[in-house]
């Protein structure tokens, strides 16, 4: 999977060798999809591990506590710090979801408890 991420970096100087510009475009189309395909494997793994992590603080939480807005906009401020994505209104929009689907986890977990 490693040697995929970096593969499409060398495909221009073994092309002018082996491909005509349409292969070569092809060829590269195909790993950048494979790189993206790992890139969202990964994003979602690490989302359920947030789910989870989400589902268990809010079994220590009271109901009260479910909805901390202060704590979200900390998250969101460290993370557009962070300028690697410079679109600030994403990073809001994204986080906005992820906050609101660990916001009805919790919700259902304390009505269940």
């Keep these: 999977m490693k040697i995929l ?9 073994i092309s002018a060798f082996f491909f005509n510009k349409n292969e070569y ?10 790189n993206i ?4 494997d990964k994003l979602y793994y690490y989302l359920n591990i947030r789910l989870k992590l989400s589902e268990e603080i809010g079994l220590l939480k009271t109901q009260n506590e ?12 460290r ?7 410079k679109d600030k209104i994403f990073i809001k929009d994204l986080w906005q979801i992820i906050f609101n689907k660990s ?3 919790q919700i259902e977990n304390n009505r269940n408890n």
């Design 103 to 105: 916001k009805n986890i």
């Design 5 to 13: 991420f970096f593969f499409h970096l060398f495909i221009p100087l």
């Design 66 to 77: 479910i909805y901390n807005l202060k704590r979200e906009n900390e998250i969101i401020s």
């Design 25 to 34: 475009l092809e060829m590269k189309k195909y790993f950048i999809r494979k």
């Design 37 to 40: 395909d790992i890139v969202d």
């Design 79 to 85: 993370l557009q710090k962070k300028k690697l994505i």
